[in-house]
């Protein structure tokens, strides 16, 4: 956002404390105007190029999107008996669960294991946590035939002994659970230190019920393949090892994800990060990749254990085979290999290409399971382009609200004592 | 203070621990159950041998289940030139096959299985599937949130999706007449309608009995085995073939597990993590934190 390093040029400074620059306690509204007037917010609004591309998106998207709702899912989707999961769960709901569980990986890594040193990421990681799965949930509401029935499984009419039980439970239950572990930095910007004394008395046990939660339904979203033995391919099924792949992928993926996401965040916005943040990303980023290679490498192993196991060797021959191998060797091997040139040689640069490649390999092994390969004795099928539509007008109301918390809230930077500012 | 927030927090981990064997008890109880199927439950025998492709059970069905006149009279057989599967439109299709080396085609009726014990029941979340005991699977479209992981499910391809509607779309599939004819004992409308006797209604341990006398009566005629006697459980519906199952558009993959017994790797698992993860982490946060505790204890005995 280049505008905004023009205003800090000129001499303005972004929020990060109670007080504006003449010593005046700032508003609510002047804090989410950046404490800009309202003209000059508007104005380097309008001029970020890429603001235009987001309307261009919301306006045709969001077309799209409320036909959805007036005309049904037939008029955006093929209306697929066979394939009844489209692209806004195979997408929606089973690649942005996983890639939004760095919040309980960095929550773990701090709280319960006392490693501090990954304090300046941990917020940013649970913040990319909470709204992966708040815009799945989304997702999931744009997909559902009745999406107003939504709390049916909660109070209506239950099914325990069902897989998706435990997924609406958990996610619902982990998504309070995150809002909560990011209410002190709410807490900090609002100028309500009460609520944050009182998560943090809590925080320890918000964090394990994160890690239980995280770890039934991450695996729980693999084992709802398990009641498609023969639709999905043997490659990319295995009955008792399929919660686990998606549990171990899982733990790469967020930890790759937040390598990303930090990447951007320092390129796009370094203006809003504070020292503590930039200064300390690189030794972090090579902190996550270590983590992450070691999630790659057991998630290896058990994937090469459950064609062992189930007898698939045979069908690595075929042309499904060379696929699988290519989402293998592409998007788990290559970055293992990469992570681990880049925490020898010290290069973050190098570690952050590599979990760019993990992100998107896990992305194809989420959209393999669910459409690519599900069905492979049947047909192909190929999402409507309202579906694809859809999908991106979703993910990029993901991306402006990501923006606008990282712009106002503590996460990139750390917030100011009263102390210090009237001091 | 901090023996204080460890009795607290040993207090919230019991109660968890507490909440955790109760709902894993339930559970394994729901998963454990390996359910052969009522002894009472009806089904039906459909012998392929028989079957001319005429389309009268498509014409009984709709008409008794009230679905919307289809783009191509049931009279019209041009139909059979592809292959069909059941839609929102028709709970029951029949389907042409021609099979190598014999000189007329075989036909072949699709709906739902009406399997003893149901994928698509054991995968809803909202409980909207009943297995009768009368032997149908019939679906409550009324608490039904439309996540169509039964659709997934279904080692079929049975469950159709009202998409095009948009205040109710629900699922729509064979309940077999439970409503109007099962529930009082009468058989299905497609069954009564048939002219060639190629439906037979019956007990499903009878069905079975005359499956295998007609097998051992024509041993040339028929394929040496019932389809659906013991696939994915078994089903109400099952089928008798000249031809080999898979030449009539059969999957002959489907193994005789249930679907539920692949799903039952994993919740086995769930009990187990929501009881052993909340003393194992909170152990690791004690021995990862015992050296900041052991400074803190001795700045205050310092101070």
């Not at chain 1, 609002?190 to 394990?208: D, H, N």
């Not at chain 2, 341990?205 to 009566?217: A, E, H």
């Not at chain 2, 086995?268 to 934190?289: D, E, N, Q, R, Y």
Request: aromatic share 14%; net charge positive; hydrophobic share 45%.
């Amino acid at each position: 956002m280049e505008r905004m390093k023009t205003l800090i040029a000129s001499g303005k400074t972004p929020v990060a404390r109670h007080y504006g620059p003449d010593k005046n306690k700032l508003t609510i509204k002047d804090k989410l105007l950046l404490g800009l007037s309202l003209s000059d917010y508007l104005a380097q609004a309008f001029r970020n190029p890429v603001n235009w591309i987001f309307a261009v998106i919301f306006a045709f998207g969001g077309y799209v999107t409320v036909t959805r709702f007036l005309f049904g899912l037939g008029y955006v989707t093929h209306s697929s008996y066979d394939y009844p999961w489209g692209l806004f769960l195979g997408f929606g709901l089973f690649t942005m669960v996983p890639l939004s569980a760095s919040g309980f990986m960095l929550g773990t890594t701090v709280e319960v294991f006392g490693r501090h040193d990954f304090k300046p990421i941990e917020r940013l990681a649970l913040l990319n946590g909470l709204l992966g799965y708040l815009f799945a949930v989304i997702f999931l509401q744009v997909d559902l035939g009745q999406p107003w029935r939504l709390i049916y499984p909660m109070f209506v009419s239950l099914g325990p002994a069902a897989v998706l039980f435990l997924v609406a439970w958990h996610v619902a239950t982990y998504l309070s659970v995150q809002v909560a572990e990011l209410v002190p930095a709410f807490a900090e910007w609002a100028g309500m230190p009460k609520l944050k004394i009182f998560i943090k008395s809590i925080i320890l046990g918000l964090t394990i019920a994160g890690i239980i939660l995280s770890t039934l339904h991450q695996g729980a979203l693999g084992a709802l393949f398990t009641y498609a033995p023969g639709k999905v391919h043997p490659l990319w099924f295995s009955a008792p090892f399929q919660w686990f792949h998606y549990f171990c992928s899982s733990i790469f993926a967020g930890l790759c994800m937040l390598i990303v996401v930090s990447t951007i965040c320092k390129k796009t916005m370094s203006w809003r990060c504070d020292s503590n943040f930039l200064d300390n990303l690189d030794r972090l980023t090579l902190g996550l990749a270590k983590g992450a290679t070691l999630a790659l490498i057991t998630y290896l192993v058990i994937k090469i254990i459950a064609i062992a196991h189930d007898g698939d060797w045979g069908y690595l021959a075929s042309g499904w085979g060379q696929w699988y191998m290519l989402e293998m060797g592409a998007g788990v091997i290559l970055p293992m290999i990469l992570f681990t040139i880049s925490i020898r040689n010290n290069l973050a640069g190098l570690a952050r290409f590599a979990a760019l490649i993990a992100v998107l390999g896990i992305a194809l092994n989420r959209l393999n399971t669910a459409l690519f390969t599900f069905n492979w004795k049947l047909y192909q099928e190929i999402p409507h382009w309202r579906e694809v539509m859809i999908c991106i007008f979703v993910y990029s109301l993901y991306i402006v609200t990501y923006r606008f918390i990282l712009y106002r809230l503590p996460i990139l930077y750390t917030w100011k004592k009263d102390e210090e500012a009237v001091g | 203070m901090k023996a204080m927030n460890r009795r607290k927090f040993l207090k919230g981990s019991l109660l968890g621990g507490a909440a955790a064997s109760v709902i894993g008890k339930s559970k394994n109880a729901d998963a454990a159950a390996t359910f052969g199927g009522y002894p009472e439950a009806m089904g039906v025998l459909v012998d392929l041998t028989r079957c001319v492709g005429c389309r009268s059970c498509e014409a009984a069905c709709n008409k008794e289940q009230g679905l919307p006149a289809p783009a191509q009279p049931f009279d019209d057989l041009s139909v059979l030139d592809h292959k069909r599967r059941t839609s929102e439109g028709a709970y029951t299709v029949v389907n042409r096959y021609e099979i190598p080396g014999q000189d007329h085609p075989l036909f072949r009726k699709i709906q739902c299985n009406h399997c003893n014990e149901p994928a698509c029941l054991t995968s809803c979340f909202v409980k909207a599937y009943t297995k009768t005991p009368e032997g149908a699977v019939i679906y409550d479209p009324t608490v039904c949130v439309g996540c169509r992981t039964c659709m997934v499910a279904c080692p079929f391809y049975v469950p159709a999706y009202s998409y095009s509607s948009v205040l109710n779309p629900v699922i729509k599939k064979c309940i077999f007449c439970y409503d109007t004819r099962l529930k009082f004992g009468r058989p299905p409308a497609c069954v009564e309608a048939c002219p060639r006797e190629v439906l037979t209604f019956g007990k499903r341990q009878d069905l079975i009995k005359i499956g295998n006398q007609r097998i051992k009566n024509y041993p040339d005629l028929y394929e040496d085995h019932i389809y659906g006697e013991n696939e994915v459980g078994g089903t109400s519906w099952m089928y008798l073939s000249s031809a080999p199952f898979e030449q009539v558009g059969f999957d002959t993959d489907l193994g005789t597990q249930p679907i539920l017994s692949y799903v039952k790797e994993f919740l086995t698992v769930v009990p187990m993590v929501l009881t052993i993860w909340p003393a194992l982490f909170a152990g690791f946060h004690l021995l990862a934190t015992r050296k900041d505790v052991q400074k803190k204890e001795e700045k205050t005995e310092k101070s």
